[in-house]
């Protein structure tokens, strides 16, 4: 080993002492020392993705949002397919309400910790903040229908009131039909509206939408080769505690056998993009 191999050797040995350093400091709750030794590692091995992620959650203990932003953002350049840099990536752009770009970053990191840890504490932290996040995106914009809906229906109620009156100066005698057309004309109105608004009145999520175990609403539907769909990592769970078959045929079942449902998973995603108080439901 030459010199410059045994020097670049020497420092990533540091480094990850730093590293392991900072972890510590991390779990006693001491962020500026974690940050302070994360810091060092960087310095000595600047293209280890982890120091950046690592030091990016110390910051985000400290709701120092725009280094978390940097931090994940270099950890990406590094390795495109980190979960906890797309995850904190989108936390920090939700923080700056940039819902659109933060919600394709958490959906990223949501992908990628499936695929690879289906049953992880991050996948289901994961998910808890998209589905804030896309609650909240509907929220706003169900806000922003009911009032465009008031104001419309407003507007209609008044020019009918207006015809009414004109009508009425000019038909005395028949003013009892003028008034039954007007109270038609102001009803057909009101269940037009009515009708309009009921897209966004929170119901009963299709059963068809809903794990059989669980009863929420699907995030990863996988379906057996009985043909019974399920939450993954619901039925992983299963077979970690209780046993590798299927819950209600109680056939023999491994994980290799389960293939994800795409029909499904795309009909809950239609519903959810239609319904968006469901994310909340669930």
Known sequence: MGPDAAALAAAARQAERLRKDGNEYYRKN???????????????????????????????????????????R?????????????????????????????????????????????????????????????????????????WELQSLKAACEMALNEKFARDAAKMEGFLDELVKSHSE????????????????????????????????????????????????AVLLEHFNKVGKFDPITHEELNPSQLVPNLAIKAAVQAYLDEHGWAYKAD
């Open 30 to 72: 001491r962020f500026g020392a974690a940050i302070d030794a994360y810091t060092e590692a960087i310095t000595l091995c600047p293209n280890v993705p982890v120091y950046w992620t690592n030091r990016a959650l110390c910051h985000r203990k400290r709701n120092n949002w725009q280094r978390v932003e940097e931090d994940s």
């Open 74 to 146: 270099k950890a990406l350049q590094l390795d495109h397919d980190s979960v906890k840099a797309h995850y904190m990536l989108g936390l920090a752009l939700l923080q700056k309400q940039e819902y659109g770009e933060g919600v394709k970053e958490l959906e990223r990191a949501l992908d990628l910790g499936r695929d690879a840890h289906p049953r992880s504490y991050m996948v289901e932290e994961i998910w808890q903040e998209l589905a804030k996040a896309k609650y909240l995106q509907w929220d706003q914009k169900s806000t922003m229908r009911s």
């Open 185 to 232: 004309q102001v009803n057909a109105v009101g269940q037009v509206f009515q009708k309009a608004a009921e897209v966004d009145m929170p119901t009963e999520v299709p059963d068809y939408l809903c794990c059989k175990i669980t009863l929420d609403i699907y995030r990863d539907p996988v379906i057996t080769p009985s043909g019974i769909t399920y939450e993954r």
